[in-house]
């Protein structure tokens, strides 16, 4: 009679952690959240840290200016759809940053981008929280990373130094100044 | 579906339902109990498929009966979206979580636990090494990280699973992988899961430096078939990493309508940069590596063309690579072209390209495609049309050109990458629609 074995079964990779924890934000979206937050931590105070500084910023003044030279630049708003009806850079597409959708569906899309353009991605937030990792994410699809950039303080500062805007928003506005 | 028709209700208090195909409805529905207490979406289904239909069968799906309860469709449309809440609707707070299982499974002869492991589908189905306490320990002695050490963070339905050292070791195991291929498994489970979509997608593993020679991963003769251990373990750990921390389940999560063979080993393959004509650098090299790294990049995609015999000089290689091309959908402008060292010979010595990038950009200005057949993908039609929508050039102009204009959709000559691979037995080319990815660092996982 054949001995019967008796393997020790390691299970973690297959048990997988079904907590339903975090919905979580990609690796490198959570290593930034966290030193950012060490870094108020050690600093005892509200100083901010910028998140994601490996990513190239480019000021509004500065792409403003190259859009407006030779137009070889393509805005992405990382907004979501309706934020992006209501209010967007005029020319700019929408690729809404959302980290808990499948990563290789958003990189089907990124995909589509023109590579041989400047690609300015821009968020509605303070530090291009939203904007910086699809900036990332278009390096690991091997975008030339000097063609790739985040908009430095996004619409906000877009918006204060009054250039082109275009949506359901701006129209209202505008509407509502004729009258 | 569910996420839209929930922001409708919220933002602007408009009772919302989904419409789901009958394909996916059941897997809407089931994420809707779960996971959606507390905001219930209700569905409607209407056969599969939808999208190439005449508009009257279309209209049928209309006119005719829901699939879910049925009821004429406007019926149930009406129903589904003034009937009250049903008790089992009005469950709120947060789902319940799932119970985990212990870390180590209770012993069990190895019949019952290789009964268990095809169960719960934690395995391709070819026969696995069990993944015992003492294997896993030996496998996690390959690499200087630690065992928690989480190395990328897996979004499932409804949640996120950390994919840690340890984790990926036991499918290392598994798959018959030694502790010196566990580095490359390491830097492989940065880019885990492996595609997988309805599109019924596979991927491709390049390995490039020094390390192909030092594991002996085949980069010559068969090249991309069964006949290299390295090979065929790290490639098949791909596939067992991303089935089991992706919760990749067939009908359940993984929906691949017709599922591709080439994900039970993912084409892991090495360049054969011995081999390599001068000026042409390796793959890694061209994506700023130096030659002395160890690195590993992976693809999407879909489709392989072969040359199927010899090169003929009355017609160059080039141009039957160029016409093959065509054929693709272009997606990304994604393209690999994996051809054999003769080629890769003839290519630089009789046609003229000094680099790869020369060849690639050739294959840019040259490769095209009837404007009908690009926008006639479905994967063209979800990513470049809501861009073209947008007005982004040359997807807006693309759009309004007639059906028979001939358009050159390989705008990104960066994203056509050429591999060679190979052992100088047969002018033999593969042109492919896989997207390579930038390249992981192998030595970062040593």
């Known amino acids: 009679m054949k001995p019967r074995l008796f393997p020790t079964v390691l299970l973690t990779a297959l048990v997988l952690a079904l907590t339903l924890s975090s919905r979580a934000l990609p690796k490198t979206a959570q290593e930034a959240g966290s030193s950012a937050k060490s870094g108020q931590d050690a600093a005892g105070s509200a100083k901010e840290t910028v998140p994601f500084p490996q990513v190239p910023r480019i000021t509004a003044e500065e792409v403003e200016r ?4 030779d137009g070889n630049v393509v805005f992405v708003d990382t907004d979501d759809p309706e934020a992006y009806a209501a209010e967007h850079i005029k020319g700019a597409v929408n690729v809404a940053y959302d980290p808990t959708v499948d990563a290789r569906e958003q990189d089907q899309l990124l995909s589509a981008l023109p590579g041989d353009k400047l690609i300015v991605f821009y968020c509605n937030c303070a530090h291009e929280e939203d904007s910086a990792p699809m900036v990332l994410e278009m390096w690991e699809l091997g975008y030339d990373r000097a063609k790739v950039k985040a908009l430095k303080g996004g619409l906000t500062r877009w918006e204060q130094l009054s250039y082109p805007l275009v949506g359901t928003d701006v129209d209202a506005a505008h509407e509502k100044g004729a009258k | 579906m569910s996420r839209w028709a929930k922001q409708i209700q919220m933002q602007c208090k408009i009772p919302a339902i989904g419409v789901a195909s009958s394909n996916i409805v059941h897997y809407a529905t089931g994420y809707v109990q779960k996971y959606q207490t507390g905001m219930p979406i209700r569905y409607v289904s209407v056969p599969f498929p939808f999208t190439g239909q005449p508009r009257t069968v279309d209209v049928g799906y209309v006119t005719g009966k829901d699939m879910l309860t049925g009821q004429p469709m406007m019926t149930a449309v009406a129903n589904a979206l003034t009937s009250p809440l049903t008790a089992e609707e009005k469950i709120s707070g947060a789902a319940p979580e799932e119970a985990v299982e212990p870390r180590l499974l209770p012993p069990d002869s190895e019949e019952n636990l290789r009964a268990l492991f095809e169960d719960r589908e934690w395995t391709d189905f070819n026969s696995i090494i069990l993944p015992t306490e003492k294997r896993v320990t030996a496998m996690l002695k390959g690499t200087s990280h630690k065992p928690d050490e989480v190395i990328t963070t897996i979004n499932i339905t409804g949640g996120a699973r950390q994919l840690t050292v340890e984790k990926v070791a036991i499918s290392a195991v598994m798959a ?9 498994i390491l830097a492989l489970a940065t880019q885990a899961p492996f595609g997988n979509s309805t599109s019924s997608m596979a991927n491709m593993v390049v390995i490039s430096g020094p390390i192909r020679n030092k594991l002996k991963f085949n980069c010559g003769t068969n090249a991309m078939g069964p006949y290299n251990r390295s090979n065929a373990v790290v490639g098949r750990t791909f596939t067992l990493m991303s089935k089991t921390a992706g919760d990749l389940r067939n009908n359940v999560n993984a929906w691949e309508t017709l599922g591709n063979t080439m994900q039970y080993n993912n084409q892991c393959y090495g360049e054969n940069e011995e081999a390599l004509p001068e000026g042409w650098d ?3 090299v061209e ?6 790294d160890n690195v590993l990049s992976v693809g999407m995609g879909w489709s392989s063309i072969a040359s199927v015999g010899a090169s003929q000089s009355i017609y160059p290689t080039h141009y039957l690579m160029r016409d093959y091309m065509s054929s693709f959908c272009a997606s990304g402008s994604a393209a690999t072209i994996v051809i054999d060292p003769t080629v890769a010979g003839l290519l630089k010595d009789v046609h003229g390209f000094k680099t790869k ?3 690639s950009e050739w294959f840019s200005q040259n490769v095209t495609k009837v404007n009908a057949s690009y926008w006639g993908n479905g994967v063209i039609q979800s990513t470049a049309v809501p861009f073209a929508l947008q ?8 759009r309004k050109l007639p059906d028979d204009a001939l358009i ?3 705008t990104n000559p960066k994203a056509i990458h050429v591999v060679v691979a190979g052992g100088k037995v047969q002018t033999m080319w593969f042109v492919t629609d896989f997207g390579i990815r930038r390249g992981v660092s192998i030595d970062h996982w040593m």
């Open chain 1, 66 to 69: 190259l859009a407006k030279d």
């Open chain 2, 176 to 184: 018959g992988a030694s502790p010196e291929h566990f580095p490359v």
């Open chain 2, 282 to 284: 390796p793959l890694h």
């Open chain 2, 287 to 292: 994506m700023g590596f130096k030659p002395t």
């Open chain 2, 357 to 359: 990038a020369q060849l």
């Open chain 2, 391 to 398: 007005g982004l050039e040359p997807y807006a102009t693309w």
């Open chain 2, 408 to 410: 050159k959709p390989f």
